[in-house]
């Protein structure tokens, strides 16, 4: 299976960008790279995917290496609400979304 | 009305004891899912369903079953409660057919506790 490799937790002030890094060297040519995050008791939202060019959408922007063996989820501005569990996943054509333990982010006010 | 629908939201039940986890959606995807998370842990794939017709056993399908009644509903069991499957279980749903472009779509959770 595809890893990806994050931080446990990082820490961020609020009103400040974040950037969540992601390390999957294995990623093949076809992978995508996804990003979901799990706010306190509620299920994993959808945050924002990419193949190979940069994505922005209303959440976050995803800028991904050339090599693609490593991604970084960009918060603009960290906000209270952001407090959550980020996942980086690599999903392969024809699989299932494999999710690891994610990274902890901790927003200060 | 959330567009996946799990009941209940906790369940307390004892050892031995058969115990059935429901999930219902409303967004006319084909694809569902169930997933357990434990404390710390990352989600965990149990099963999951391409179609009505179609299940597919994921990492951890090991002592328990589903059921696809419906597009709109799947069905998690446990046939005989143990205390490791304490955990808080995800249904999701999926947009997409075929690709690794798929969104999933989670619900609320249930909570189980297993004496």
């Known amino acids: 299976d595809a890893k990806t490799t994050q931080p446990n937790s990082m820490e961020s002030n609020e009103e400040e960008p974040v950037h969540l890094p992601c390390n999957h060297s294995?990623?093949?040519?076809?992978?995508?790279i996804h990003w979901y995050r799990q706010l306190p008791s509620q299920g994993p939202e959808y945050v924002i995917h990419g193949l190979t060019s940069n994505v922005n959408n209303r959440m976050a922007s995803l800028a991904i290496a050339e090599d693609r063996k490593s991604s970084t989820l960009i918060l603009h501005r960290a906000t209270l609400r952001d407090a959550a569990v980020y996942y980086c996943i690599l999903h392969k054509y024809g699989n299932k979304l494999v999710f690891g333990a994610g990274t902890i982010l901790r927003v200060k006010s | 009305d959330a567009d996946v629908t799990q009941t209940p939201r906790n369940r307390i039940t004892k050892t031995g004891k058969r115990i059935m986890l429901e999930c219902s959606q409303t967004?006319?995807?084909?694809?569902m899912y169930w997933y357990r998370q434990d404390p710390g842990l990352g989600l965990r794939l149990i099963y999951y369903?391409?179609?009505?017709?179609?299940?597919n056993k994921g990492e951890i399908s090991d002592g328990y079953s589903v059921s696809r009644q419906a597009q709109a509903k799947f069905s998690l069991s446990l046939e005989s409660a143990i205390p490791n499957q304490t955990a808080l279980y995800f249904c999701?749903?999926?947009?997409?057919?075929?690709?690794?472009?798929?969104?999933?779509?989670f619900g609320s959770g249930t909570q189980l506790s297993v004496l």
């Open positions: 967004k006319g995807h084909d694809r």
């Open positions: 294995t990623i093949s040519g076809t992978d995508y």
């Open positions: 999701a749903t999926s947009d997409s057919r075929g690709t690794n472009n798929e969104k999933l779509f």
């Open positions: 369903s391409f179609d009505v017709k179609d299940i």
